[in-house]
């Protein structure tokens, strides 16, 4: 299977003022095409500092990390924002749409990045991935008009408009009710057998049950060595 | 991202913010407005002036031909023939050539008593000379009659009334305020003069004719010359074997007042052939003036443009509180819409697809003001022209001017205010880190 992450000693160090607090410490994980991991830890242990890595939105202090096959040290802003939109999708815990469009221009934005497909079929292909997250009705609402398992549906349709071997999901849940919650991980397990890479970051294990391995982060640093080294393997 | 998607976006922004976007919009819309009436009315302005001082008073589209030192009244030397008016008339850029002459040993009589020195021409353009008071002449057995003669006529007139008794100086002075105002006119207009002259077959003659027109009292009008039919003009200079009626001088009409230059030009290189009757009967010695008014077109044009030079800085301060205005509103924006810009780099937007988005919203907004300030600015200066007139009642109608090309500068303008005040606003927003406009709230 391919490795669509490796991360080798990745440590990342923020100057607050005078102080520099080191967020991540050494930190080595590998993602093989197909996984579901994740990644958790209380607040401030580095698992946010983590996904920003991995998603390409920051780069590392030290250490080697290579996302779909490309060295992001070696990037420059363009190139990141390139893999960004062909490589990665996010999903985060406030959904992030935009407010002021619909569900349907929402999952077209990314599209617009990355030029993938012609203008024409991009239309074609949004509806197709909100028909698949259950929103097939729901296409002219606005997110006002959304619930919120169904907003997080919509940044899911989003997350996979460019197609992308990775998805992110930062905290997917945190702000749905439990019902809400298990339809999302449900649509991850589906996207998960479907051959998506997924990384969810909880603090909530049972969220973490569906994930075939976890990364337990604490201080910066991965907690368990076994899983780690099994990862790298 | 395509420019269809960018203009969505955008749109769809300003739409969000109607009151605030609408605010911004007004702040350029006024600029605008206030540049294009400043030009629309100077340029009305100006030409309503060009109009009076050149066309009508000035006759500016005229270019005179003299004889050097012989300027005066037109002069008296009588050098040019209708072969030179012929050939002036096939000249380019050439509208009309007319000829003035001088009736020859002209002496005019009121009431029996001779007039201290009139001077009596001829032209064949009766409209060329701008009346006070009565009409052009029409025909033969009529005369307009300058200043200087209407003040001779009044004195005779005031002293026959007065009889032996009369104060001299008093009469002079009185005469000579009055050739300033309208009353002189209704006292001289239709009163018989008697002239005296030479007529074609060399005898002295003697015409009646009627005063029918007042020639506009200006500095640069001879006061002392009247004019009569060109029926009674006789000079004649022997030319090629035979006698041909010859003129003191020539007014040459231009078509185009911007072409006086080089048809100054053409005029002069004739004259200085000896092709020319005129070049042929002075020698070489005497010069011939061709002259023109473009030096004072010229000086007037300069004018209205540091006029509306000066207009024009201060509506531009204007646009430019517009411009801040703007960029004001696009700095708010940008602030309010961190996290979605956190969004779109999270979603693959590059720098540039940030910065082309927030700098298209700002050059919409600044472009929907330039084309209502256009509409405004020609509104505004057809209410300001209408005010004028109101005001200042007799004014030679202002007329409103289309102006395109600064149409298309102020859009054009539009779009640069649009860049100017957008790109700082849409830099900031291009470079915000992602992650922390992600975490704002």
Not at chain 2, 13 to 32: D, E, M, P
Not at chain 2, 217 to 239: G, I, M, W
Not at chain 2, 242 to 263: D, E, G, H, R
Request: net charge positive; hydrophobic share 45%; charged share 20%.
């Amino acid at each position: 299977m391919a490795r669509v992450v490796k991360a080798e000693h990745l440590s990342k160090v923020y100057r607050m003022g005078q102080v520099d607090v080191e967020a991540l410490h050494d930190v080595s994980l590998a993602l093989e095409e197909g996984e579901l991991i994740a990644i958790m830890g209380p607040s401030g242990s580095g698992k946010s500092t983590l996904m920003h890595l991995i998603g390409c939105l920051d780069q590392p202090t030290s250490g080697e990390l290579i996302v779909n096959g490309e060295k992001v040290s070696q990037l420059n802003d363009r190139e990141l924002a390139r893999l960004r939109g062909r490589a990665i999708g996010f999903v985060f815990q406030t959904f992030n749409l935009i407010p002021r469009v619909n569900a349907l221009t929402n999952v077209l934005m990314p599209m617009g990045f990355t030029h993938l497909l012609p203008p024409r079929e991009r239309e074609e292909r949004a509806r197709s991935l909100l028909e698949q997250v259950g929103l097939g009705s729901r296409l002219k609402h606005m997110p006002s008009e959304l619930s919120g398992g169904e907003r997080q549906r919509v940044a899911i349709a989003r997350a996979l408009a460019n197609d992308p071997k990775l998805i992110l999901a930062d905290e997917p849940t945190g702000n749905l009710d439990t019902k809400s919650g298990a339809q999302i991980m449900e649509l991850f397990d589906q996207l998960n057998e479907r051959g998506h890479t997924i990384v969810v970051v909880t603090h909530d294990p049972n969220i973490a049950q569906h994930a075939q391995r976890i990364v337990h982060l604490l201080d910066g640093r991965v907690q368990d060595a076994s899983e780690v080294s099994l990862g790298i393997s | 991202m395509g420019f269809r998607e960018t203009l969505r976006l955008s749109w769809s922004n300003i739409r969000n913010h109607k009151l605030r976007n609408s605010l911004a919009v007004l702040s350029v819309t006024i600029g605008i407005a206030a540049v294009i009436a400043v030009i629309t009315m100077t340029t009305g302005l100006q030409s309503a002036l060009l109009n009076t001082l050149t066309r009508d008073l000035l006759h500016a589209d005229t270019i005179s031909v003299t004889v050097k030192g012989n300027e005066g009244a037109f002069g008296s030397a009588q050098v040019f023939s209708q072969r030179d008016v012929k050939h002036l008339e096939t000249l380019k850029g050439v509208k009309a050539v007319d000829v003035i002459g001088r009736v020859r040993a002209a002496s005019l009589y009121f009431e029996g008593h001779r007039l201290l020195s009139p001077v009596v021409q001829v032209t064949t353009d009766p409209k060329f000379l701008p009346l006070d008071a009565g009409r052009p002449i029409a025909g033969p057995g009529e005369i307009v009659i300058g200043a200087g003669i209407a003040q001779s006529i009044c004195e005779q007139q005031e002293q026959a009334a007065q009889g032996a008794k009369a104060d001299t100086a008093k009469i002079k002075e009185s005469c000579k305020r009055a050739t300033q105002s309208k009353l002189l006119a209704d006292r001289i207009l239709g009163q018989p003069l008697r002239m005296k002259y030479i007529n074609a077959q060399k005898k002295i003659q003697q015409s009646q004719l009627q005063i029918v027109g007042l020639i506009k009292n200006a500095q640069f009008l001879p006061h002392q010359t009247a004019y009569v039919d060109p029926s009674y003009h006789s000079d004649t200079e022997e030319l090629g074997g035979q006698a041909v009626p010859v003129y003191t001088a020539l007014l040459v009409k231009v078509a185009n007042i911007s072409k006086l230059a080089s048809v100054k030009q053409e005029i002069e290189g004739y004259f200085d052939r000896f092709s020319s009757d005129a070049r042929k009967l002075l020698g070489t010695g005497t010069e011939i003036n061709v002259h023109t008014l473009a030096n004072i077109v010229d000086e007037i044009k300069k004018n209205f443009g540091q006029v509306t030079g000066f207009l024009g800085a201060i509506a531009v301060v204007a646009l430019l509180v517009g411009m801040i205005g703007v960029m004001n509103v696009m700095l708010i924006t940008v602030k309010e819409r961190t996290r979605e810009i956190g969004i779109m780099k999270a979603t693959g937007a590059t720098n540039g697809n940030v910065l082309q988005l927030f700098l298209t919203e700002a050059v919409l907004i600044c472009l929907i003001g330039a084309f209502l300030g256009v509409l405004a600015g020609m509104g505004l200066s057809v209410l300001f022209i209408k005010l004028t007139m109101m005001l200042f009642s007799g004014l030679q109608s202002i007329p409103f001017v289309f102006v395109p090309i600064w149409y298309a500068i102020a859009i054009l303008t539009g779009l640069v205010v649009g860049v100017v005040s957008g790109v700082y606003p849409a830099w900031s927003a291009a470079r915000t880190n992602p992650i922390k406009a992600l975490r704002y709230e």
